[in-house]
């Protein structure tokens, strides 16, 4: 949604009028400000109406942070196996 407006926006300007409409974007303030209407929205969407959702969130972004931690010390683990495989 926000690449496709993000596209809308700069489809009708000229090559040297984008920077000047992205360099705003790239600020810190408007990075903090997209965060925290971001943020907004999620406790409007989901916290405020009781919604179970959250939970679901915290646990597969879990999943998700752990599989990403656990992968290199597998990638690590299946490279020795192929190594040691291949010795005998």
């Known amino acids: 949604m926000a690449l496709r407006r993000f596209y809308n926006e700069i ?3 000229r090559v040297s009028e984008i920077p000047e409409h992205v360099k705003p974007m790239l600020s ?13 929205n999620y406790h409007a969407k989901y916290i405020e109406t009781s919604s ?3 939970i679901f969130h915290v646990c597969y972004g879990g999943m998700i942070f752990s ?10 683990h299946l490279e020795h196996m192929q190594q040691h495989a291949q010795h005998h």
Do not use: N
């Open 52 to 54: 179970p959702e959250p």
């Open 11 to 13: 489809r009708g300007k």
């Open 28 to 40: 810190l303030d408007y990075v903090k400000r997209a965060i925290q209407r971001g943020m907004d």
């Open 67 to 76: 599989y990403l931690v656990a992968l290199p010390h597998e990638r690590r």
